[in-house]
Structures are given as C-alpha cells and as structure tokens.
C-alpha cells in the first residue's frame, strides 16, 4: 500500500460529506456576512470584528479543501457483507487481539482522519494498525508502540 493512501469506512465518508455540506451550505454563507457586515464598520486596520472574521474564513476554507481533497481521493472501505472469515488484515475489519497476560482488545481498522482510539477506531498508520495489516488470525506480531515492544496475538478477524 502506498504510504500515503487514505481509507475512510463508508460511514466515516459519510459523515465528512455531511461537514463538507454544512460548511459549504451553512457556515461559508454566515461568515460571509459576518466579514459583510465587520466591512461595514469601516477602518479595517483596527477593527476586530474583521480580523476575526478573516482569522475563521481562513480556517473554514482550509477545512473545506481537506475535506474535499480527502473525500476526492480516499479509497472508501466497502463492508460487502461477505460471508466467511477473512483471511486476513486490511483496513475496515475489526480484529480482536490479546497481549499475554492482558484482556482481549477489539480494534476496527480506519484510515487517519476517522480514527478513534476511545471507541475502538484505530488507524491503519497508527503503530498498531501498521503492525496488524496483512496479518492472519492466530499472528503473534510484535508493535512498537511509544511505550515500548508489545506482542499481541490476533484471537479474531471480522468485517
């Protein structure tokens, strides 16, 4: 895989369409009146309201090009809802695995701008989901994580 590949699950695309809308539908029209009417204020040198306003149109258009650029260029992860077990790890699948003398732990593999660690959403560049790509249930696979080497074992792959 390329280095530099995104993944976003079908949902996750989903829901950036959604930002992407409200954004381009609903904020982009409301700053551009605010910027209107901070103009209107006159002496643009010292006026805060503008500055502001220029300071958030920035953010909201550089938000809007990563979006769309991100949406444009992603491979979206498909959950075909095959049947049987997958034989093994690739973006979109949940994988359970286990550290010796730890509890089990289920990951669902995303790319980077989904990723979740609280609700169990890792990404494929994270050191974990790096490590598990390609692997096959029962792996040992040794991660290098910040904090050291961890060796897990895959108990479960699932879409």
Do not use: C
């Amino acid at each position: 895989m390329a280095d530099d590949q995104q993944f976003l699950t079908e949902e996750g695309a989903e829901e950036l369409r959604k930002e992407l809308d409200d954004l381009l539908t609903v904020k982009r029209p409301a700053l551009a009146a605010a910027l209107k009417e901070a103009i209107s204020q006159g002496d643009l040198s010292e006026n805060a309201d503008y500055h502001d306003a220029k300071e958030q149109q920035a953010f909201l258009e550089g938000r809007i090009l990563y979006l769309e650029n991100l949406l444009h260029h992603a491979t979206i992860i498909k959950d075909d809802n095959r049947r049987g077990v997958p034989v093994d790890v690739q973006p979109g699948m949940e994988v359970t695995i286990q550290g010796e003398d730890d509890p089990p732990e289920t990951y669902r593999i995303v790319g980077a701008a989904e990723a979740d660690p609280r609700n169990g959403k890792i990404s494929n560049e994270s050191p974990i989901g790096s490590a598990l790509l390609g692997r096959r249930k029962g792996d040992v696979v040794k991660v290098q994580t910040p904090g050291g080497e961890w060796e897990v074992k895959i108990i479960k792959i699932a879409r």
